[in-house]
């Protein structure tokens, strides 16, 4: 790949390189009158930006300077609070943005350069929002490792996955409206617990507020009510990728989750990051999926590389305290790909809308420090984490930041995604 290099000054090793060029969604702080010793805030529409280095780019000002004139589609989409309306324009569209970004991004372009101060925002002064309006969210359980991790805790450890596991993607149907951006806290829920040494359930607060590490993707393309989505055309149904942590209450999960599935266990609050990476953006960091024995039902078969190789990692931040680094994995442990996720969502005519988001599941690799929640890494609570200050995690404790970051690196190409964060707040007192 040719080495390009842009007249945006990009730290080294930035997750945001010129290759990468992520989309979100902004709005700008502007500093107001003095009052008081700080300055008071106030916030301006949020509308599309992409970023670069310690910058956002704002379309919308790129796009009333006249640099996409030539590129026929509705130039306003860049003015909504969400990216749904852009993206539905489609990949050819998509592509054509992209490029013409980064040829005014190139140094020696001086044309876009020239008008920095009415595109660039410096990212401390970007308010970042929900990048996209979700409609349907699915979380599969696409991790092999991860999966029998949990076999092994809840149920037979010699006969650790279920029988389907190894034939179908396992899915389930999420709650979207309580997908938040990266940095909004969530407070610890309330549910039904059955303590092992009780008959009864109880009603109480979660002690064993856990978090998952995940991919998601987002969906870029619609379909028809009994329209099906090949493995094969998969990924034009998909605009980007973007990090994604399904909080979990293990001990209120663990209570309701049979006949149906999680319920309140997961509905409280996912965190996604703020910049969604578009698939060209990871085109060279593809890789292999693991060896799927046995063999899957044609409508899963599949050929290519259809895995990223995305390196991850979870610290916790404890209020006062020093960060602790937890885990350590890679996205290319997935045994299920998003392609044959997408097929099997679909095979039954499930239609599909734009900004749909899909989870990848949590993200565990074969060692017990690449485990991608603490439910794997302290094994149910048996084997704490030491923190720094002395203190130790079995789970989750109100005012810890989860923080998660991935990026990708291939012949000193960077693209990443920066990270999703949220910090656990005290439950919220309860009203009968």
């Known amino acids: 790949m040719e080495k390009l290099t842009s007249w945006v000054e990009i730290p080294p090793n930035s997750d945001f390189s010129i290759y990468n060029l992520p989309y979100g969604i902004f709005s700008e702080w502007l500093v107001g009158t003095q009052t008081t010793a700080k300055a008071t805030q106030t916030a301006e529409k949020a509308r599309v930006g992409v970023r670069i280095g310690d910058y956002v780019i704002d379309l919308k000002a790129v796009s009333e300077l006249g640099f996409f004139d030539d590129i026929a589609f509705d130039k306003n989409v860049f ?3 969400v990216l749904n309306d852009f993206i539905i324009l489609g990949k050819n569209i998509h592509s054509q943005v992209r490029n013409r970004l980064t ?22 002064n970007a308010n970042m929002h929900l990048p996209v309006h979700i409609g349907d969210y699915t979380d599969f359980y696409s991790s092999e490792e991860h ?27 999420g709650r979207a409206s309580s997908i938040v951006v990266s940095g909004t806290p969530i407070h610890r829920p309330w549910g039904q617990v059955k303590p092992a040494d009780q008959e009864n359930p109880v009603f109480k607060i979660s002690q064993m507020l856990d978090f998952e590490l995940e991919i998601a993707f987002v969906v870029g393309k619609e379909t028809a009510l009994g329209e099906r989505v090949s493995t094969s055309e998969a990924e034009d149904y998909i605009f980007g990728l973007a990090l994604f942590n399904d909080w979990s209450a293990r001990d209120i999960q663990s209570w309701e989750y049979v006949p149906l599935g999680p319920f309140l266990g997961k509905n409280f609050g996912s965190s996604i990051s703020a910049w969604i990476v578009p698939l060209e953006a990871l085109e060279i960091f593809r890789t292999q999926t693991p060896t799927q024995e046995p063999a899957v039902l044609d409508y899963l078969k599949f050929e290519g590389l259809k ?3 995305i390196q991850l990692e979870v610290m916790i931040k404890p209020q006062h305290g020093e960060t602790k680094k937890v885990c350590q994995t890679n996205f290319n442990y997935m045994y299920w790909n998003m392609c044959q996720q997408l097929a099997h969502h679909t095979v039954n005519g499930c239609n599909l809308r734009v900004g749909d988001v899909c989870a990848s599941g949590t993200i565990s690799g074969k060692e017990k420090d690449s485990f991608g929640s603490m439910l794997e890494l302290t094994w149910r609570g048996t084997n704490p984490i030491a923190m720094p200050d ?12 989860v923080i998660m970051m ?9 693209v990443g995604f920066g990270e999703v964060s949220g910090q656990i707040l005290p439950a919220t007192a309860f009203k009968s």
């Open 79 to 81: 003015q909504k609070n």
């Open 103 to 124: 040829s005014l991004l190139l140094r020696g372009n001086e044309s876009l350069k020239n008008q920095a101060d009415k595109v660039l925002v410096k990212v401390e």
């Open 147 to 173: 999966a029998t991790n949990v076999g092994k805790m809840f149920r037979d450890p010699a006969n650790a996955l279920l029988p389907n596991w190894k034939h179908l993607p396992v899915g389930y149907h």
């Open 307 to 309: 895995n990223y190789d």
């Open 390 to 401: 002395g203190t130790e995690r079995k789970f989750i404790n109100d005012y810890d930041t």
């Open 406 to 414: 991935g990026f990708c690196e291939k012949n000193n190409i960077r």
